[in-house]
């Protein structure tokens, strides 16, 4: 009897043990899923890339069905940095920011695609989109500032090259 009220406890706290190490692998293996939708896009291949060094590697791609979405998913967690979502051509992307987050959504409109993307679920995202937004405007501000004419002077008048007088003129005798 002595040996059941033992084995007892020890059953429900292995159970509990079993049940947190579910719960932990399975945060861990739900990997990265990025959904993309892109106004006036309706086919062709996305791609994720992703940095190194000065070079860019394409680490997953996804095709964008009939209503501009395209889901990017793996089972795996990807290491932490700046990616980019390239459009179909290779020829236009965007960076983003994967870390612990990684199950987000995009919407980005091909017109202009640093003002006019929303990400939805990724609160770091959302902010690296203000910086982008706000680096895209100040340096159109720059720009409009470095190719306005300069504003028109009006010549001072001309004072003819005098000799200086006298009294101004430094005298070089020894005092």
Do not use: W
């Not at 429900?12 to 293996?29: M, P, T, Y």
């Not at 996305?46 to 860019?56: C, N, Q, R």
């Not at 007088?165 to 430094?170: D, F, G, M, P």
């Amino acid at each position: 009897m002595v040996l059941f009220t033992f084995i007892a406890p020890m059953q429900k706290l292995l159970s509990l043990l079993l049940c947190c190490l579910c719960g932990v692998s399975s945060l861990h293996a739900q990997g990265y899923q990025i959904s993309v939708t892109l106004r006036n896009m309706q086919s062709g291949t996305l791609y994720l890339g992703h940095y190194m060094g000065k070079t860019t590697y394409v680490m997953d791609s996804a095709q964008i069905n009939a209503q501009g979405t395209a889901i990017l998913k793996g089972t795996e967690t990807l290491p932490g940095g700046i990616y980019l979502i390239v459009m179909p051509g290779k020829q236009r992307y965007f960076e983003i920011l994967l870390d612990k987050k990684q199950q987000f959504s995009i919407q980005a409109d091909t017109a202009d695609l640093t003002a006019n993307t929303v990400f939805t679920g990724s609160p770091d995202n959302a902010l690296f989109s203000d910086y982008n937004k706000f680096i895209l405007n100040n340096s159109r501000e720059l720009q409009a500032k470095r190719h306005r004419p300069a504003p028109r002077q009006t010549p001072r008048p001309c004072n003819p090259c005098r000799k200086p007088s006298a009294k101004n003129s430094r005298s070089t005798a020894a005092t």
